[in-house]
């Protein structure tokens, strides 16, 4: 009997690149609901979602409740309310477009206080107040998390001590933009990786185990905002109202002037009536004019989100753990310094869309002095100045008539040590409407602008300026 002939080797099989991904996650430590959220991320890509949102889609937002009406706090139990909230500050940023290489938070901003310092300030204040220990809780990345501990044990030890101070912002896998598989940079593997947006809150408070955590130690109210965000302060207001609002979620939004026709803002969704974000990239061109107009679309997310923490986790588990939330896809090259280097995505998601995923969500119009980023050198310049002050609750607020208008020249003060050599005194800035430097101008002792003021230097030398006055005059000191 003849022998039989041996069944020819089956094929490798080609491993798909989600498996890629799941090997390489599993081995970073990645938590399920980190991997499932990347996956509905990945998911989108593959499957070349546009995420475009028509303005036939949708309607305007017209009429909002605002803050300065609300009134909430009469008859409501505050000290009760403060013992269910916990707040929560965004901090996994570097700060790097400032020339920062350490957690933002610890960037000094007044009087020698970090935002750092201000916010466990603002925290200790309230708590003392109220008798009531508000719980508080830093997000930090992985870039921020060894400095911000670090700081916080030297300077506010017993916040570092408590349970659950911090919740760590998970890492995304970069993705390859020619194969769709995980990129591979041997060089630099670190670079692998990349934050997945703040709307990576709801995957790491589920994977870290701190929403249930809360839930059991009988935290109900979740306040979050950006930790540069000097303006977003515990407002009991708000939080009366949202308690009593029945809502899910609240954002706090503002009015958009000229000057945020570009950004995203606030609309309702025609097939469900929900709230809802529309950013840049996702109006079509042929909306875009109608996106820009801020009289029809009226209002944009200051990031300072309310979300009820029980309603948070019925909202997760109705579809499945993880919150569908709109793809931002971000197209880089896998060393983003090294233009040569393979092009990648870079897939995030934002906190407020998540807006769209409770079924009782709301907004409440807030003032501007609620939301107060400082992006920049032209930010940081002003709040140093006398035209803002420090209260005894620790918050920055406007001290002058009116916040100067700054522009100083980003050749030479857009980095926060070419700042603070060319201005290690800020001038007087009380009676400032608008400052524009251009060229190296050197600020010390005893300077003050009143007005509007702008100061040149058309050579190459920084000229110092010191014990003088500028009101209302453009001046060329290079020419004097």
Not at 324 to 332: D, E
Request: charged share 25%.
């Amino acid at each position: 009997m003849a022998a039989e002939l041996a069944a020819p080797p089956a094929a490798p099989r080609e491993v798909i690149p989600w498996e890629l991904f799941t090997d390489k996650m599993t081995k970073a430590g990645l938590s399920q609901a980190a991997q499932d959220a990347f996956k509905m991320n990945y998911e989108q890509l593959v499957a070349g979602v546009t995420g475009l949102v028509p303005d036939a889609d949708i309607e305007p937002v017209q009429e909002l409740p605002r803050l300065e009406e609300l009134h909430a706090t009469e008859g409501a139990d505050i000290k009760e309310l403060l013992r269910q909230t916990a707040v929560l500050k965004l901090n996994g940023g570097l700060g790097t477009s400032m020339g920062l290489e350490k957690a933002k938070s610890l960037l000094e901003v007044k009087d020698g206080k970090t935002f750092l310092d201000l916010i466990a300030q603002q925290i200790k204040h309230t708590r003392q107040t109220f008798g009531s220990k508000v719980r508080f809780i830093l997000m930090n990345s992985f870039s921020t998390s060894a400095d911000t501990k670090q700081y916080l044990g030297k300077a506010h030890a017993d916040l570092l001590a408590e349970p659950d101070v911090e919740l760590v912002q998970n890492m995304s896998c970069k993705v390859d933009a020619a194969t769709l598989k995980p990129a591979e940079y041997p060089a630099h593997p670190e670079m692998e990786w990349c934050p997945p947006g703040h709307g990576d809150i709801y995957a790491s408070l589920v994977g870290s185990g701190m929403l249930d955590r809360l839930i059991v130690d009988g935290i109900t109210y979740l306040f979050v905002s950006n930790s540069d965000n000097l303006g977003a302060t515990l407002d009991l207001d708000l939080l009366a109202y949202f308690a009593s609002s029945g809502q899910g979620f609240l954002m706090e939004v503002c009015e958009r002037e000229a000057s945020d026709k570009k950004g995203g803002h606030l609309a309702r969704r025609k097939a469900d009536g929900r709230l809802m974000l529309r950013e840049s990239a996702m109006c079509p061109d042929g909306d875009k004019d109608k996106f820009e107009d801020v009289t029809l679309h009226k209002f944009f997310n200051t990031n300072n989100l309310w979300v009820n923490l029980k309603t948070l986790k019925a909202a997760l588990d109705a579809c499945g753990g993880t919150l569908r939330l709109p793809l931002i896809k971000n197209k880089k090259t896998v060393n983003p310094r090294d233009a040569s280097t393979p092009p990648v995505f870079q897939l995030e998601t934002a906190m407020g869309s998540a807006i769209e995923c409770f079924e009782e969500a709301g907004a409440v119009v807030v003032p501007r002095s609620r939301f107060a980023p400082v992006k920049t050198c032209n930010d940081l310049f002003a709040l140093r100045s006398d035209a803002y002050k420090v209260t005894e609750e620790s918050t920055v607020v406007l001290a002058a008539p009116v916040p100067p208008l700054i522009k100083l020249d980003d050749k030479h003060y857009k980095l926060v040590d070419q700042m603070e050599a060319l201005a290690p005194v800020v001038p007087s800035l009380f009676h400032c409407k608008s400052l524009t430097v251009k060229g190296p101008v050197r600020f010390e002792a005893g300077v003050a602008i009143r007005g509007d003021v702008t100061l040149a230097n058309s050579t190459p030398s920084a000229i110092p300026v010191r014990q003088r006055t500028f009101e209302d005059v453009s001046i060329d000191l290079g020419q004097e």
